[in-house]
Nanobody
Framework: QVQLVESGGGLVLAGGSLRLSCAAS????????MGWFRQAPGKEREFVAG???????YYADSVKGRFTISRDSAKNTVYLQMDSLKPEDTAVYYC????????????????WGQGTQVTVSS
């Protein structure tokens, strides 16, 4: 069993930055793909960023160049550095552990955190 706990969300002005953390317990995450998703009010949850077990990274077009996903295997933690934030980035952000090489859809992820709220004001 794997437990994932997100932190680092909050309220930020447009153009600002936040760094989200996802701490895993129960099993190491270094051998798995990890991803970040988000869900805005009234919208479906969407893929944001992922990091493969080989540490290659991939992003949704909407965040490419602004967000950076990384992993610290020693701390069993995944991060999402979010820069140049926009009001449309407002959402609850979830981390998840996936299977496969570069999973991008929800069915390819088996463990989820509880989410952390990010609010970007204009």
């Amino acid at each position: 069993q794997v437990q994932l706990v997100e932190s680092g969300g909050g309220l930020v002005l447009a153009g600002g930055s936040l760094r989200l953390s996802c701490a895993a317990s129960g099993r190491t995450i270094s051998s798995y793909a990890m991803g970040w998703f988000r869900q805005a009010p009234g919208k479906e949850r969407e893929f944001v960023a992922g990091i493969s077990w080989k540490s290659s990274t991939y992003y949704a077009d909407s965040v490419k160049g602004r967000f950076t996903i990384s992993r610290d295997s020693a701390k069993n933690t995944v991060y999402l550095q979010m820069d140049s934030l926009k009001p449309e980035d407002t959402a609850v952000y979830y981390c998840a552990r996936g299977f496969g090489t570069t999973p991008k859809v929800e069915p390819d992820y088996e463990y989820w955190g509880q989410g952390t709220q990010v609010t970007v004001s204009s």
